[in-house]
Nanobody, 120 residues
Framework: QVQLVESGGGLVQSGGSLRLSCDAS????????MAWYRQAPGKERALIAT???????NYPDSVKGRFTISRDNAKNRVSLQMNNLKPEDTAVYYC??????????????WGQGTQVTVSS
């Protein structure tokens, strides 16, 4: 059974920092592209950080320079360091793992989410 378990969410003041972690079991994330999404109340789930299996990262402008995604394949963990948090960063944050190959084999997993609340 594959599980992605997020942790590290909580309440923080504007300008503060949080570090989210996503621990995977049932898969080896080594071959997976990993990502963080977030969903604010009344809004669609949005991609905020990705890291490929080779370590290439990408961010939307809304978090670029403030958020950093990293992976530790030995620990089967992906993390999201969030600095200079703003009230608009308030959302449920989800971990995502994706694998696909040229033969059409693909897998896609989600964590259960962790709440991040930024007070002004």
């Amino acid at each position: 059974q594959v599980q992605l378990v997020e942790s590290g969410g909580g309440l923080v003041q504007s300008g503060g920092s949080l570090r989210l972690s996503c621990d995977a079991s049932g898969i080896s994330i080594t071959i997976y592209s990993m990502a963080w999404y977030r969903q604010a109340p009344g809004k669609e789930r949005a991609l905020i950080a990705t890291i490929t299996s080779s370590g290439i990262t990408n961010y939307p402008d809304s978090v670029k320079g403030r958020f950093t995604i990293s992976r530790d394949n030995a620990k089967n963990r992906v993390s999201l360091q969030m600095n200079n948090l703003k009230p608009e960063d308030t959302a449920v944050y989800y971990c995502n793992a994706v694998y696909s190959n040229a033969l059409g084999f693909n897998r896609h997993y989600w964590g259960q989410g962790t709440q991040v609340t930024v007070s002004s």
